[in-house]
């Protein structure tokens, strides 16, 4: 993981001027009281008001930035009926860094069949991505898909066979064939099937717009609709798909936005750590009185 914090800021009735900073491919997270009815816009596009995992005297909303956006300055529009402010938010180049790979030829240049087949996949999956399932389904923090080795960080920048430029859009981690593939938390299986690049694929929508994805399997164990809670084995890690060897792709989308799923994660679960450090002061503050 290239950046090793979390980003949280809280708005009150006194907003600061400062600018909030977020590197590209990343998700900025801002709380709010409970009781706050302003609308947040960034980009045009509303970001949904959530409720707090943790706090109820609290709620959420999470601002996914683009891998490809620009540095330079963006603004958040906190929309009430007294008038639009607006809240400042500095988007920072990521400093990724680049490889390159040699993969089969017809995974850089598919055939013209072969690139039908990719446009259905593609189109299949951002139809699910852009779908806001308004339950949520998890109540704990994030575990990791797997406990091993991150061989290659989301954001590197890639070059295939010397000719396709890309990005890498997931975390790596290192899985000899037939490794427990995990889900990261409780959601519903939207997808689980064999695809052209991801190779035996599961997605899994965690509600709320969140959903996290694990590709190149060798085996999938669940299918479409089936409930999972965070531990479940959903798949045997695999060389499915477009790789240079065995190893599992784990993946997360946020409002159809893909983000780093490392700073994702570890965001998320500061709501609980905060949450718990702020019920253990105030026991503290309870007993001495």
Sequence with gaps: MRFGFSVLFVLCLQ?????????????????????????????GKEIPMLRHPADPAKKIALIPVGYRTAPGEKALHRLTPEGDTLLPLRIIDGGYPSETLQVQPSKVKPNPEQQKRVSREYSEAMKIYGNFTPTRYWTAPFAMPMQSDVTSDFGTARLFNGSLKSFHSGTDFRATPGTPVDAVNDGVVVLAKERYYAGNSVLIDHGEGLYSC????????????????KGEQVGLSGSTGRVTGPHLHFAVMVQGVQVDPMQLLTTLNTLFEDAGSSRLAASREADAE
Aim: proline residues 2%; charged residues 20%.
């Design 214 to 229: 694990y590709y190149h399997l060798s085996r999938i164990n669940v299918k479409v609709g089936d409930r999972v809670i």
């Design 15 to 43: 907003l600061s001027a400062d600018a909030t900073e977020i590197a590209n491919g990343q998700t900025a997270l801002i709380s709010l009281p409970a009781g706050d009815e302003a609308r947040l816009f960034y980009e």
